[in-house]
């Protein structure tokens, strides 16, 4: 099992920006799939970002299209840590925000394919 530890929640304005961290346990972080979701009240949990190991040190990135262009996501394998660096948020960007690890490394968007969860940080983007 992989535990993952979110952190750099907090509250902001329209237009601003917040980096979210993920820091994972596990030795062989750097094959694992890792992957942010969200969750805003009353709706259900989606898919916000991923980055999946492509061979070599070479992995790609992935969005959800209402975050395309506006956040970034990243890794340290050195540090076993995932970053999502979110930029010109939005009202609607105000959710709980889950890190999450598919350790067979797969290309997936789909929550039900991720082995393991973070406990969330929460993002409020005020208008």
């Known amino acids: 099992q992989v535990q993952l530890v979110e952190s750099g929640g907090g509250l902001v304005q329209a237009g601003g920006s917040l980096r979210l961290s993920c820091a994972a346990s596990?030795?062989?972080?750097?094959?694992?799939?890792m992957g942010w979701f969200r969750q805003a009240p009353g709706k259900e949990r989606e898919f916000v970002a991923a980055?999946?190991?492509?061979?070599?040190?070479?992995?790609?990135?992935y969005y959800a299209e209402s975050v395309k262009g506006r956040f970034t996501i990243s890794r340290d394998n050195a540090k076993n840590t995932v970053y999502l660096q979110m930029n010109s948020l939005k009202p609607e960007d105000t959710a709980v925000y889950y890190c999450?690890?598919?350790?067979?490394?797969?290309?997936?968007?789909?929550?039900?394919?991720?082995?393991?969860w973070g406990q969330g940080t929460q993002v409020t983007v005020s208008s």
């Open positions: 999450a690890a598919d350790r067979a490394g797969k290309t997936t968007t789909l929550k039900s394919e991720y082995d393991d």
């Open positions: 596990g030795r062989t972080f750097s094959s694992y799939t």
């Open positions: 980055t999946t190991w492509s061979g070599g040190s070479t992995y790609y990135a």
